[in-house]
């Protein structure tokens, strides 16, 4: 499952999608779906993001910087993720722009609904 926020940030996921598909071929099989952020708050692409991410094994999140996650968004993230009934899996942050000092208190916070 691939979150992206804009253009460019979806432009990179795709690269890294193609790179995962590519080295691992023949050894795992990917099957990549794709959600805009700013979609999420439709209520059925909502609902419908979150059935995926309930049993996605690895899901991407593409942005420019993840000081710039909405508290809607955050939001989304803690109901789908907290509701996964498969185990294991993993949860990769893709940022686009410039790392600009300590981490923003949104990194640990993904990063905990990670474990």
């Known amino acids: 499952m691939v979150l992206y926020e804009e253009v460019p940030s979806r432009d990179l996921a795709l690269r890294v999608c193609d790179r995962l598909s590519h080295n691992f071929a023949g050894d795992l099989e990917f099957e990549f779906t794709w959600w805009g952020l700013r979609y999420l708050s439709d209520p059925q692409v909502s609902v419908e993001a979150s059935r995926f991410a309930m049993n996605a094994d690895l899901i991407m999140v593409a942005v420019h910087r993840t000081a710039l996650l909405s508290m809607e968004v955050l939001t989304w993230f803690e109901r789908s993720l907290l509701g996964r009934s498969a185990p294991g ?27």
């Open 89 to 115: 899996g993993a949860l990769a942050v893709l940022q686009t722009g410039p790392n600009d000092g300590p981490l923003p208190w949104q990194h640990p916070y993904l990063l905990s609904l990670a474990q």
